[in-house]
Antibody, heavy 118, light 108 residues
Framework: QVQLQESGPRLVKPSETLSLSCTVSGGSMTNNYWSWVRQSPGKGLEWIGYIYYTGRTNSNPSLKSRVTISLDTTKNQFSLKVRSVTAADTAMYYC????????????WGQGTRVTVSS | SYVLTQPPSVSMAPGQTATITCGGNKIGTKSVHWYQQKPGQAPVLVVYDDSDRPSGIPERFSGSNSGNTATLTIARVEAGDEADYYCQVWDRIPDHWVFGGGTTLTVL
């Protein structure tokens, strides 16, 4: 069973770039969609974007211009960058995996809380 | 973009059957997934592809999907079922995943 673990700075200053990584263990990075989901305090789940194992990406239109998702199979990691952050980007960030687009996210990381503040 | 609508809250006494709805335009043509999220924890997939259960999820959890409404049903509700529940679909065009706003299940 694949396991996921997020890592990265917990505090980011406004206007800077939020950078997170998700380390994959217990399985291959092929044939899966590797996704990021966030949850602002007291709010619901928001899909951020995905990277397919081929390198194809897509992201939520609300964030698209600020988001980059990349894959490093040599390190068994995929990463998220959100540029020009504001307080509205303060959230719990989860990485998750889904085997195919029409399927559910069956494995999640435990999440990492990121605060945007000066 | 595709919108999923859930009631903010549902309350049930232990032993009763809880139903949580997820509304969307022609949602019956899509595969709907349901997640349970307890405070301080990551979401857990409890129903996928409308009505299938991952291994380890009790049979008390079931799902259906038709027309403009998908439904998660939790039979014989227990205190441990108290959580937020989210529905989700994949919107093929434009290749996005969408979550509903979430429903808080309170066990009285």
């Amino acid at each position: 069973q694949v396991q996921l673990q997020e890592s990265g700075p917990r505090l980011v200053k406004p206007s800077e770039t939020l950078s997170l990584s998700c380390t994959v263990s217990g399985g291959s990075m092929t044939n899966n969609y590797w996704s990021w989901v966030r949850q602002s305090p007291g709010k619901g789940l928001e899909w951020i974007g995905y990277i397919y194992y081929t390198g194809r990406t897509n992201s939520n239109p609300s964030l698209k211009s600020r988001v980059t998702i990349s894959l490093d199979t040599t390190k068994n990691q995929f990463s998220l960058k959100v540029r020009s952050v504001t307080a509205a980007d303060t959230a719990m960030y989860y990485c998750a995996v889904v085997p195919a687009a029409h399927e559910g996210f069956d494995v999640w990381g435990q999440g990492t809380r990121v605060t945007v503040s000066s | 973009s595709y919108v999923l609508t859930q009631p903010p809250s549902v309350s049930m006494a232990p032993g009763q059957t809880a139903t949580i709805t997820c509304g969307g335009n022609k949602i019956g043509t899509k595969s709907v997934h349901w997640y349970q999220q307890k405070p301080g924890q990551a979401p857990v997939l409890v129903v996928y592809d409308d009505s299938d259960r991952p291994s380890g999820i009790p049979e008390r959890f079931s799902g259906s999907n038709s027309g403009n409404t998908a439904t998660l049903t939790i039979a014989r509700v227990e205190a441990g079922d108290e959580a937020d529940y989210y529905c989700q679909v994949w919107d093929r065009i434009p290749d996005h995943w969408v979550f509903g706003g979430g429903t808080t299940l309170t066990v009285l």
